[in-house]
Nanobody, 123 residues
């Protein structure tokens, strides 16, 4: 059974850092694209970053391109999202999702999702 489990969220002050993890089970990550998305209260789910099966990656919102980085450890079957210089507007629930083709910033193109981890950036 395919499963994704996010962890690493929490409360952090503006300017701080967090590293989120997305641990996969029931399949091997190296054949799939894994995306990170976030959803703030009252807003649509937004694509944040994605890593493809070839190891390439993309960050989508201009607001995170210089601050977030995605990586994968195929041996651990885990994808990470390193978030630096966090801002209050980064607050939301962060989800990882899997797709059997290439990366996309659109949530509807992803097939399976984790339960999410809450990130709150506040002083």
């Amino acid at each position: 059974q395919l499963q994704l489990v996010e962890s690493g969220g929490g409360l952090v002050q503006p300017g701080g850092s967090l590293r989120l993890s997305c641990a996969a089970s029931g399949f091997t990550l190296d054949n799939y694209a894994i995306g990170w998305f976030r959803q703030a209260p009252g807003k649509e789910r937004e694509g944040v970053s994605c890593t493809s099966s070839s190891g390439g990656w993309s960050n989508y919102p201009d607001s995170v391109k210089a601050r977030f980085s995605i990586s994968r450890d195929n041996a651990k079957n885990t994808v990470y999202l390193q978030m630096n210089s966090l801002k209050p507007e980064d607050t939301g629930i962060y989800y990882c999702a899997v797709r059997d083709t290439y990366c996309s910033p659109y949530a509807y193109r992803f097939d399976d999702w984790g339960q999410g981890t809450q990130v709150t950036v506040s002083s």
